[in-house]
T-cell receptor
Framework: DAGVTQSPTHLIKTRGQHVTLRCSPI?????VSWYQQVLGQGPQFIFQ???????GRGNFPDRFSARQFPNYSSELNVNALLLGDSALYLC????????????FGQGTRLTVV | AQKITQTQPGMFVQEKEAVTLDCTYD???????LFWYKQPSSGEMIFLIY??????QNATEGRYSLNFQKARKSANLVISASQLGDSAMYFC??????????????FGKGTKLSVIP
């Protein structure tokens, strides 16, 4: 069975640009969460989507948005990129909303120059 | 506020020896979950072990065990018979409510484990 897949794996963008990151959860998983991990820190929660609805949001500006599609895949969008948005973006999928066992993808490493 | 503290930025262990990675947590919730993840240099977070707050027995998964001391609010990870492939960052995390009946994971800053041949 395929695990959580994220694309692209690496990305370089210029300040002010927009970026879209994609995540496909494990088959049958209905919950997708997004995390940002800056160098030297643990991941920080951005969003959780369950059954195509936003269920939770972390302390991130409105430049960050996401959505979940009918097949439960998800996109994370970041507008007006700042240098500080450079990080590893991780997607996690779980069967239920409660995240009892969350499985992560390999991440998208975003560099903003 | 919910918080995870990992006080060991780095640890060294001899191959085949056991090692304990420390984790303390702070929460006012009665129901919570504690996780340990391994993150190799490739970046993927690999789930290792889970402990629910109402679980009476310490969780074990192969060479991994979680030393859960509820009164002390600690959830230390014990790795037995360390292998070279265990060298990685290790994160302790807690499941906390994120609104609308859902939950998020709050992570500590991690411990970098290096296994010496």
């Amino acid at each position: 069975d395929a695990g959580v897949t994220q694309s692209p794996t690496h990305l370089i963008k210029t300040r002010g640009q927009h970026v879209t990151l994609r995540c496909s959860p494990i088959s049958g998983h209905k919950s997708v969460s997004w995390y940002q991990q800056v160098l030297g820190q643990g991941p920080q929660f951005i969003f959780q989507y369950y059954e195509k609805e936003e269920r939770g949001r972390g302390n991130f500006p409105d430049r960050f948005s996401a959505r979940q599609f009918p097949n439960y895949s998800s996109e994370l969008n970041v507008n007006a990129l700042l240098l500080g948005d450079s990080a590893l973006y991780l997607c996690a999928s779980s069967l239920f909303r409660e995240n009892t066992e969350a499985f992560f993808g390999q991440g998208t490493r975003l560099t903003v120059v | 506020a919910q918080k995870i503290t990992q006080t060991q930025p780095g640890m060294f262990v001899q191959e085949k020896e056991a090692v304990t990675l420390d984790c303390t947590y702070d929460t006012s919730d009665q129901s919570y979950g504690l996780f340990w993840y391994k993150q190799p240099s490739s970046g993927e977070m690999i789930f290792l072990i889970y402990q629910g707050s109402y679980d009476e027995q310490n969780a074990t998964e192969g060479r991994y065990s979680l030393n859960f001391q509820k009164a002390r609010k600690s959830a230390n990870l014990v790795i037995s018979a360390s292998q070279l492939g265990d060298s990685a960052m290790y994160f302790c995390a807690m499941r906390v409510p994120s609104g609308a009946g859902s939950y998020q994971l709050t992570f500590g800053k991690g411990t970098k484990l290096s296994v010496i041949p």
